[in-house]
């Protein structure tokens, strides 16, 4: 069973940054593909940054410029930093393997409000 849990959102004013953490460690960590995934309310989960087990990385959409995704293989952690958020950034952010597994964690809210 794949554990993730994920931590460091919050509320946040436009134009502000947040750092999200991911650790997983029931997943041999190293050989898979990594995504931070965003459901805002009322719409499906989607992803936003993937990075592969060797540092690849990948962006979607208006997280192009303003996320950062990065990984630490010795820790099983993926993070997320985020840049200049915007009010269209809300949501619960989860991370999972990309293909995601069928295990999801609790998710990290994030509210970026003025």
């Known amino acids: 069973q794949v554990q993730l849990k994920e931590s460091g959102g919050g509320l946040v004013q436009p134009g502000g940054s947040l750092r999200l953490s991911c650790y997983a460690p029931?997943?041999?960590?190293?050989?898979?593909?990594m995504a931070w995934y965003r459901q805002r309310p009322g719409s499906q989960r989607d992803v936003v940054a993937r990075?592969?087990?060797?540092?690849?990385?990948d962006y979607v959409g208006d997280a192009v410029g303003r996320f950062t995704i990065s990984r630490d293989n010795s820790k099983n952690i993926v993070y997320l930093q985020m840049r200049k958020l915007k009010t269209e950034d809300t949501g619960v952010y989860y991370c999972?393997?990309?293909?995601?597994?069928?295990?999801w964690g609790q998710g990290t809210q994030v509210t970026v409000s003025s």
């Open positions: 029931g997943i041999i960590f190293s050989i898979n593909w």
């Open positions: 990075i592969s087990g060797d540092g690849r990385k």
């Open positions: 999972n393997t990309d293909p995601p597994s069928h295990d």
